[in-house]
């Protein structure tokens, strides 16, 4: 399999930095930005000089390099790059091209990520409102933009925009997708987590335990995702009282956590500190005590 797809790229008519991009990608998606940054940089530098600074190519470099600042939290350096490549792009193929909405979404997660929502949500109706006329109201292009808004409505507390668009979104999805498409499964989630800060807890409630049950089914008991989503429910429960409900979940994503991803995990020592405030909820300080000692 190793062999096929390096002898792909070592076809003929590939750039000479084909494989530098190549293993930047690799070294991306496993979280060694460093290394990444570094050979994204070379690979700029040169297409930029034998392709020119607005080759699409060119700009598809730039773009990965952004994300990769945007991923070590160097926004001003991302912000800057996805700036010049949704000009450039702009220029090139047009206002409304999906390569330059992509670029305009990009950028709008920037400025999202340094709490800019003002220009984050003006470029997100943009894309959006493109993306409907461009590929109608249902293409899975056009659903993420919205859910994209949807988000940076919630940010700011505009409960009522933001569901709005995650209803959509969530129905539209269930009729293109089907129910328990993992696509489905984050929008719904997106959408519980929208009634919770309203207080709408039924609602939220009632969504989150058809993700637990659709992600235990499709993901097992201990994927991450749906320990994720067991976490979001036990929330619901704690701002309801339902201290005994809350505490009993939250036991067991702590359990589980610390089996698959050891006791040190960001993700465990979240779940280890959620379970703590449950248990100070109820005066059980012998018990918070023990998971913040843990």
């Known amino acids: 399999m190793n062999q096929l797809y ?11 930095d084909d494989i530098n991009q190549f293993f930047a990608h690799v070294l991306y998606y496993n979280g060694n930005w460093t290394e990444a940054k570094k050979l994204q940089v070379e690979v700029v530098e040169k297409r930029q000089q034998l392709l020119g600074p607005a080759h699409p190519d060119t700009l598809t470099s730039m773009g990965n390099l952004a994300l990769t600042y945007r991923n070590q939290g160097k926004w001003t350096e991302a912000e800057k790059l996805q700036v010049e490549v949704m000009e450039k792009r702009q220029q090139l193929l047009g206002p409304a091209h999906p ?5 305009m979404g990009n950028l709008a997660v920037t400025y999202s990520n340094q709490g800019k929502w003002t220009e984050a949500e003006k470029l997100e109706v943009e894309v959006m409102e493109k993306f409907q006329q461009l590929l109608g109201p249902a293409h899975s292009h056009t659903l993420t933009s919205m859910g994209n808004l949807a988000l940076t409505y919630k940010w700011q507390g505009k409960w009522t925009e933001s569901e709005k668009l995650e209803v959509e979104v969530m129905e ?3 009729k293109l997708l089907g129910p328990a498409h993992p ?7 997106n959408l519980a987590v929208t009634y919770s800060n309203q207080g709408k807890w039924n609602e ?5 335990a058809e993700v637990i049950e659709k992600r ?17 429910l036990a929330a619901t429960y704690r701002n309801q009282g339902k201290w005994n409900e809350a505490e009993k979940l939250q036991v067991e994503v ?3 956590f610390q089996q698959l991803l050891g006791p040190a995990h960001p993700d465990t020592l979240i779940s280890m500190g959620n379970l703590a405030l449950t248990y100070q909820n109820q005066s059980k300080w012998t018990e918070a005590e023990k998971c913040k000692l843990k």
Not at 183 to 189: E, N, R, V, Y
């Open 6 to 16: 390096f002898s792909n790229i070592f076809k003929t008519n590939t750039y000479y």
């Open 172 to 174: 539209k999805r269930q």
């Open 204 to 208: 939220a409630e009632k969504l989150q």
């Open 183 to 189: 696509d489905t499964l984050t929008s719904m989630g």
């Open 99 to 103: 390569h330059t909405l992509k670029s």
């Open 216 to 232: 235990q089914q499709l993901l097992g008991p201990a994927h991450p995702h749906t320990l994720t989503s067991m976490g979001n």
């Open 254 to 256: 702590m359990e589980k």
